[in-house]
């Protein structure tokens, strides 16, 4: 059963980045696109964007071009969300998951991970 | 983009009692070569992430209980717990994975009376 497991909680600055790790544990990595979700305090979900690692393509919403970049390393189970330029309004709890069906670039997220608190204070 | 939109945004309901979650999408997520709606119900309690309940609009997850299930077609969307459970209360949210941006409702919370 594939777990994935996200990085710990940050505190930025305004106008800095943030990278948030996930990784993939008790499952096959490559072969599964893995999306990543946004939920800001309260608030509903938000779509990123996805990458498919065994191809190393990644898609983003359009809301969030030029300022996130999805990587993955395939040899370490491991994708990364980075997101540059940060404002206030992007302190949220940062979410990777699983794209179902396999071999899909999109689809539902199934599981996910725990999630990652990003804070943007001065 | 669709817009999901999802009613009530909150249904408190009784222990034992049903309860039905609308979500409608601003255009059809039926995807005409293989008639299947692109359509996922999610459950998500306080602190955790969302859980997956159903897909395809009507397919229930292994291990996700009977007492759920998801219907309709096209644009218009209904995910029904039949009798309610104390560990039922969450919010629920609908997503469709028709086109891009994958878009979300705003989240129904369901809660006991």
């Known amino acids: 059963q594939v777990q994935l497991v996200q990085s710990g909680a940050e505190v930025k600055k305004p106008g800095s980045s943030v990278k948030v790790s996930c990784k993939a544990s008790g499952g096959t990595f490559s072969n599964y696109a893995i999306t990543w979700v946004r939920q800001a305090p309260g608030q509903g979900l938000e779509w990123m964007g996805v990458i498919f690692p065994i191809l190393h393509t990644a898609n983003y919403a359009q809301k969030f071009q030029g300022r996130v970049t999805i990587t993955a390393d395939g040899s370490m189970s491991t994708a990364y969300m980075e997101l540059s330029s940060l404002r206030y309004e992007d302190t949220a709890v940062y979410y990777c998951?699983?794209?179902?069906?396999?071999?899909?670039?999109?689809?539902?997220?199934?599981?996910w991970g725990q999630g990652t608190l990003v804070t943007v204070s001065s | 983009d669709i817009v999901m939109t999802q009613s009530p945004d909150s249904l408190p309901v009784s222990l034992g009692e049903r309860a039905t979650i609308n979500c409608k999408s601003s255009q059809s997520v039926l995807h005409g070569s293989n008639k299947r709606n692109y359509l996922v119900w999610y459950q998500q309690k306080p602190g955790q992430p969302p859980k997956l309940l159903i897909y395809w609009a009507s397919t229930r997850e292994s291990g996700v209980p009977d007492r759920f299930s998801g219907s309709g077609s096209g644009t218009d969307f209904t995910l029904t717990i039949s009798s309610l459970q104390a560990e039922d209360v969450a919010v629920y949210y609908c997503?469709?994975?028709?086109?891009?941006?994958?878009?979300f409702g705003g989240g129904t919370r369901v809660e006991i009376k």
């Open positions: 997503q469709q994975y028709y086109s891009t941006p994958l878009t």
């Open positions: 998951a699983r794209t179902c069906p396999l071999g899909e670039e999109y689809g539902w997220f199934d599981p």
